[in-house]
């Protein structure tokens, strides 16, 4: 990891820390949780939000308001408008991003889930995904949430990744691994 992204995860892991065990205490846990869907929601759909939160152009008066109204608008919890607030009086809005990922990962792991990030060549159907968690549940013990993304460059199969551990079924490897023994041979 490179230094600036180490720093940044370190800000992230702090705040998300605050946050959290703030939730947690007050037993808001659902609410931190819908507040995190929103403005990671928001992150995604708003070049705006992006620029505000990453843009070192904007003074920390401009940011506090413009996030304070984007708080105020999407009704975020006390404690996430508060957090938020601090962030941009520190211009650190820019570790949002990680801050969300954090929480993210803090909260799957005080409701015992973990998320199993799915690559295919094809969609899922919902019956394919019932049953991938199915399977990653009685082998790991913890409910799993599918991220389901498509890669058509797989041909078929599954890559399935869940924390440090990769399952890849692609039938894209199994040709990678077939050339390469053809190499070895000839």
Do not use: H, W
């Amino acid at each position: 990891m490179s230094e600036p992204a180490s720093i940044s995860s370190g800000i992230a892991s702090r705040y998300a820390t605050a946050v959290f065990s703030l939730a947690k205490e007050d037993k808001k846990l659902k609410p931190l949780e819908a507040d995190v869907d929103a403005l990671d929601c928001a992150l995604i759909g708003s070049a705006d939000l992006r620029t505000l939160v990453s843009s070192p152009v904007y003074s920390r008066a401009e940011m506090g308001q413009a996030i304070s109204a984007v708080a105020k608008k999407m009704k975020l919890q006390p404690n996430m408008v508060n957090t938020l607030a601090l962030m941009a009086s520190k211009r650190r809005l820019f570790v949002l991003p990680s801050l969300l990922a954090v929480l993210r990962t803090r909260i799957a792991e005080e409701k015992g889930e973990v998320t199993a990030e799915v690559a295919s060549a094809k969609a899922l159907t919902k019956t394919q995904a019932a049953s991938l968690a199915k399977t990653l549940k009685a082998q790991l013990g913890l409910d799993v949430k599918i991220k389901a993304t498509v890669d058509e460059s797989l041909i078929g199969g599954l890559v399935v990744k869940v924390g440090s551990k990769m399952i890849d079924t692609s039938i894209r490897s199994k040709l990678n691994a077939l050339q390469n023994k053809m190499k070895e041979v000839g």
